[in-house]
């Protein structure tokens, strides 16, 4: 098989505006963050509805900073899922803190509520529950949003993968303290590296304003667009260099455009899949309110290990052999060396996501793939999983 016969796993899915765009930026000599930031930003918060809509250099950023302007700091403890990529818990060590991780739900793979409350019910000292929308479904916005007001305490949402998703008709973006959404090239909005935080916070939003740019208190742009000398700034906090260029903006304002759209062949696919590989050994996502939008970044099923003579990791061979990428999200952070160790983690203490990581095969779903590779990745999974069914 030569290699272009490979499908990849994610693409993204970039036009000719993308480009253009990009060239716009480049011919105009305006490289970082100036008007095409601006105009992306006014853009998401429309889409959004969202009172601010902050550009960053990744989401990784966009939570460090969201995290940091609702003060996060040493001693204090967050709560998230230990099933979700590393950057959503490394953030919260960045500022001296602690993450508390939970176990989830089998079904949706979204955080355990009752894993949640059972973790807040046991004293500690947290500040702030950060949900992952695990695959573009919402977490249980209700529960966690009541859960927090008890206690006290706030909600910053990784939304890296709830690029549109809405819960019971809200928005994603709109319901916690702050949201991050994430533009990285496999996400469902790409520009190559960026991100978004959405908040109705004035608070929040001037602190991150602030902090995206080392901590000065008006960013560049705004420098040559003002009555003061241009040359002038004021240095109020140690900040970071977050902020996004113009070049990212530039494809990101063409890709929020076209958002609908390549969502909508998102939800295609899914939909075929969840029809041609129903009666296979395998369970499919649960989508668990059907009104609301899913944003399908991932597909993931669950292997049903026990009607089969394969494992997951060999179906992943077997599925490369077809010349068909897969990926697992994610390898839960008890089980990764850093958290394990600097926590004492055991699987024992995530029973329900130590046993579903071992059946999780994500399968390739995005707006580039033609029919034909949809029919492939079904003719492949259907192969392999009758062949090896016990
Ligand atoms: C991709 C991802 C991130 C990080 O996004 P970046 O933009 O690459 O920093 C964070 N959380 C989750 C769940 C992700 O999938």
């Not at 935080?197 to 608070?203: G, M």
């Not at 070049?247 to 899949?273: D, P, W």
């Amino acid at each position: 098989m030569s290699d272009n016969d490979f499908l990849p796993f994610a693409l993204p899915d970039i036009g000719e505006q993308e480009i253009e765009e990009v060239c716009d930026s480049m011919r105009s000599g305006w490289l970082t963050t100036g008007p095409k930031v601006k105009q992306f930003e006014a853009a998401f918060a429309a889409f959004i509805s969202a009172k601010h809509a902050l550009a960053v250099n990744s989401a990784t950023s966009g939570l460090h900073l969201a995290l940091e302007a609702i003060g996060i700091g040493p001693g204090d403890q967050v709560l998230t899922s230990t099933h979700t990529f590393t950057a959503t818990a490394e953030v919260i060590r960045y500022l001296g803190a602690d993450p508390v991780f939970v176990d989830i739900d089998e079904d949706t793979l979204n955080m355990d509520v009752a894993a949640v409350e059972a973790a807040l019910s046991r004293g500690g000292n947290v500040k702030a529950i950060m949900p992952v929308h695990m695959a573009g479904q919402a977490c249980d916005m209700t529960a966690l949003c009541r859960l927090a007001k008890d206690a006290g305490i706030r909600i910053i949402e990784d939304a890296a993968h709830a690029l549109p998703t809405t819960f019971n008709g809200k928005r994603i973006g709109t319901i916690g303290d702050a949201t991050v959404f994430s533009f990285y090239a496999t996400k469902t909005l790409a520009t190559g590296e960026g991100g978004m935080i959405t908040t109705d916070d004035d608070a929040i939003a001037s602190r991150i304003r602030t902090m995206r740019l080392h901590g000065i208190s008006r960013d560049v742009f705004d420098r040559y667009q003002s009555d003061k000398p241009s040359w002038y700034y004021e240095v109020v906090a140690p900040g970071f260099k977050y902020n996004m260029p113009d070049t990212a903006a530039a494809v990101g304002i063409h890709q929020l455009a076209r958002l609908q759209e390549m969502s909508g062949r998102r939800r295609e696919i899914a939909n075929r899949y969840f029809d041609a590989l129903a009666d296979l050994p395998l369970e499919l996502p649960v989508p668990i309110n059907m009104d609301d939008e899913h944003a399908w970044h991932l597909f993931i099923i669950r292997l049903a290990l026990g009607r089969l003579d394969i494992d997951r990791n060999r179906f992943i061979e077997l599925m490369a052999e077809c010349g068909i990428g897969t990926s697992v999200h994610f390898i839960p952070l008890h089980l990764q060396p850093y958290w394990r160790d600097k926590y004492e983690l055991v699987p024992g203490d995530f029973p329900v996501a130590t046993a579903t990581y071992e059946r999780l095969v994500s399968l390739p779903i995005y707006s580039k793939m033609t029919d034909e590779d949809v029919e492939r990745v079904i003719a492949a999974v259907r192969d392999i999983l009758t062949t090896h069914r016990k």
